[in-house]
């Protein structure tokens, strides 16, 4: 098993865990977000509190870990977790997909709570949800662009079609109950060189043809998101880059998704 200290999430795809109430305290919820979204979060917040005797604050001495599973047999078994010793801990399963394993928030060094863990490299965690097709922050999800029924969310747990209302909840409802969803961001891995810069996001992704089967969002080497369309994904895919021509790139689709794209 290895944890990894990780990123958060935009507006789009926030985590939010309720702490155990005491008496002698207010409920409270600890909401964890992509930090570039931080001060968007809290204005968003404060515009929706009303009169409500509400206080929003960072808190910034709690670290974000992910404790990933070091087997797919791991990843639906229990995390180890050792008693914090005069500090706060949580553990939580990722609510995205058991492949991404445990969100650990805790004060200090999070690795000391997790026995016989091995500390890897952010890029390490990165890789490792581009590879399963998981979506995070407002890099993979900027707001006003992506779609949370394109981006997957339902599947991971981040849309709700049974909550009273939200802003989009007509047009979200609608189009999944209808089934008419068309584009949906896919796990890609490149095979060739690739450019020393990268692929920017946004590049087209072409078929064999030559017509347009999508947009590349993000990535990190030879793995990332594409948001491409359903019907173009089983066929030979690839960009075009000034430096080294043309690059093929394989989609594929994750096996934790519940139903096959249609």
């Known amino acids: 098993m290895s944890h990894r200290h990780g990123t958060g999430t935009s507006l789009r795809s926030s985590f939010l865990c309720g702490l155990l109430e005491r008496t002698d305290q207010a409920p409270a919820f600890l909401l964890e977000c992509d930090r570039a979204a931080l001060g968007a979060l809290q204005r968003h917040l404060a515009l929706h509190r009303v009169r409500r005797k509400v206080t929003v604050e960072p808190r910034p001495e709690l670290r974000v870990w992910a404790v990933l599973p070091g087997s797919p047999e791991e990843a639906c078994g229990a995390a180890p977790l050792q008693e914090p010793a005069g500090s706060v801990a949580i553990l ?12 650990l928030l805790a004060e200090g060094q ?26 995070e922050g407002v890099h993979d999800l900027p707001p006003g ?7 997957n969310l339902a599947f ?16 979200t409802a609608r189009t999944h109950h209808m089934g008419v969803i068309r584009k949906r961001l896919f796990p890609v891995q490149f095979s060739g060189p690739l450019p020393a810069s ?9 078929t064999e043809s030559g017509q347009a089967a999508g947009k590349y969002r993000a990535g990190q080497g030879d793995v990332g998101l594409a948001l491409l369309q359903l019907e173009k994904i ?4 690839h960009i075009r880059t000034a430096e080294s021509g043309r690059v093929a790139l394989t989609a594929s689709v994750p096996d934790w998704w519940p139903t096959a794209p249609k």
């Open 198 to 206: 990268g692929i920017a996001p946004g590049t087209s992704v072409l």
């Open 92 to 103: 939580a399963r990722d609510p995205r997909t058991s492949r991404m394993g445990w969100r």
């Open 145 to 151: 662009v992506a779609l949370p029924l394109e981006s």
């Open 156 to 171: 991971m747990n981040g849309v709700s079609f049974t909550k009273g209302c939200y802003v989009g909840q007509e047009l």
């Open 110 to 135: 999070g690795p000391a709570l997790v026995p016989g863990g091995r500390l890897g490299e952010l890029q390490d965690y990165h890789r490792h949800r581009y590879q399963q097709g998981v979506p």
């Open 234 to 237: 089983r066929g030979p895919l």
